[in-house]
């Protein structure tokens, strides 16, 4: 009445035998009555089933988010034009960042600055292939920057047109240094195969060289002894 509007509400209602259901009161001033006062016209909708609707994908929701949260792996998603939209909190713990700052390409000022032209083209690569899986290093809360796998899955809707990317990134920092460690270790391996490949052949060019030397000394010991000294 007070502002002649569509006003509305949600509310709980007993229906005979006395069970709730909820419902949506609508209210909207209709003109006036022949006398004068304002006619004021009212609709309840059952929206039981749309209650239900939303309460079961508000627990979905809830669900997710709290599996998304609660491993080690940090998840993001990405609109179809590549924009990140969501970051799960291990993400948030890792960088050290929120989502004002990770939204959208935000996220791209955490990689290495030697690492990042590679991975803006895999990511781009990835909208059109519908495969993205890249290793680069993302910068920690702590300071340092940490090798991170990341791998994203496709989505898409009823109809199989694209939604965007589901992404989960893995530390692999200990994996790259065992690899690293693995590879310095094979090189010193075949450093040491490769002296110890010179040292057969410096012993049998030695040991010829040596028997040469030893006939030379033979006839220098003939040599003086037919001269003198």
């Keep these: 009445f007070e502002t002649s509007r569509l006003q509305e509400c949600r509310l709980r209602l007993l229906r005979s035998p006395g069970l709730p259901f909820w419902a ?13 006062t304002p006619i004021l016209r009212v609709v309840l909708i ?3 089933e749309s209650m239900r609707t939303e309460a079961a994908l508000a627990e979905s929701e809830l ?12 998840i993001w998603t990405a609109c179809p034009d590549g924009q990140c939209n ?9 960088t050290g960042r929120t989502l004002k700052q990770e939204r959208g390409d935000g996220w791209i000022r955490g990689v290495h600055p030697e690492d990042r032209e ?4 895999a990511y781009a690569a990835a909208f059109k292939k ?5 290793e680069y290093r993302l910068l920690h809360a702590s300071g ?4 991170i796998q990341d791998d994203g899955t496709p989505r898409f809707d009823d109809r199989r047109d694209f ?7 893995l530390d692999i920092t200990a994996r790259k240094q065992s690899e690293e460690k693995q590879e310095m270790l094979q090189g010193q391996l075949i450093q040491a195969q490769k002296m110890e490949s010179v040292g057969r052949l410096a012993g049998g060019v030695a040991h010829d060289f040596n028997n040469m030397l030893s006939i030379i000394h033979s006839h220098v010991e003939i040599v003086q002894e037919e001269l003198g000294p």
């Excluded at 669900?63 to 940090?74: E, I, N």
């Excluded at 969501?86 to 890792?94: G, H, K, L, M, T």
């Design 24 to 36: 949506r009161l609508e209210a909207i001033v209709a003109g006036e009555h022949e006398c004068g």
């Design 46 to 48: 059952d929206i039981s």
């Design 63 to 74: 669900k997710y988010r709290t599996l998304a949260d609660s491993g080690q792996a940090l």
């Design 86 to 94: 969501y970051f799960n909190q291990p993400w948030f713990d890792f």
């Design 118 to 121: 590679g991975c803006l083209h």
């Design 130 to 134: 519908r495969e993205f899986s890249i």
């Design 144 to 147: 340092e920057y940490r090798w």
């Design 163 to 169: 939604l965007g990317y589901i992404g989960h990134c």
